[in-house]
């Protein structure tokens, strides 16, 4: 008679980033007076939740840099050059979580590495979900979630701007960034 130890069922599930019902936005002040907004539509990647125990969760995703729309397409191709994510040289932008702490019943604060522009920062999103899981009409397993964090753009070499004759910055240094992210169970 052997004395075999139970073996603990996995209590991780993991959500891959649906790209087609996903964007990550930005906003950031414009001439001193308004704000521009602008997303990245290539999200891949994926979320391994650990409900019984969040810190062994893990948050990876990569964008695609050259899916920036401002809706001005002008804008966009300077966005795209030299003067700021130069996409040919930095095709992608990334995060990898490090920590994951729940801050509320449906919060999580995320910890981790973004990486823009070739240059890697620490990060903290605040994230309200995921949310509970739902079937979709075509029977996938769905969850989604919000997360928002602040940047200085100078912090990732984005360092391009122009002095207004008025006086102040064409572009400020505070970017506010949000992802919008539906997943699907793998």
């Not at 209590?11 to 891959?16: D, E, Y």
């Not at 949310?131 to 912090?155: E, F, M, Q, Y």
Request: proline share 5%; glycine share 8%; no cysteine.
């Amino acid at each position: 008679m052997t004395n075999a130890a139970a073996t603990p069922q996995a209590s991780s599930t993991t959500w891959k980033i649906d790209p087609a019902h996903s964007a990550a936005e930005f906003k950031v002040r414009h001439m001193m007076i308004s704000n521009v907004k602008g997303q990245f539509s290539g999200i891949k990647g994926a979320l391994t939740l650990d409900e019984a125990d969040i810190t062994k969760s893990r948050v990876e995703a990569t964008i695609d840099a050259a899916t920036i729309n401002t809706r001005e397409p002008q804008r966009d191709a300077d966005l795209q050059g030299a003067n700021f994510l130069e996409v040919e040289k930095f095709p992608t932008l990334s995060f990898v979580s490090s920590h994951l702490t729940r801050t509320g019943p449906v919060e999580l604060e995320v910890t981790g590495e973004l990486t823009i522009h070739g240059v890697s920062r620490p990060v903290v999103f605040n994230v309200e979900g995921p949310s509970a899981p739902l079937k979709d009409p075509w029977g996938n397993t769905r969850v989604g979630l919000s997360a928002t964090t602040k940047i200085n753009r100078k912090d990732f070499g984005l360092n391009w701007n122009a002095v207004l004759e008025a006086g102040g910055f064409l572009i400020g240094d505070e970017v506010t960034i949000t992802l919008e992210v539906k997943l699907l169970k793998a």
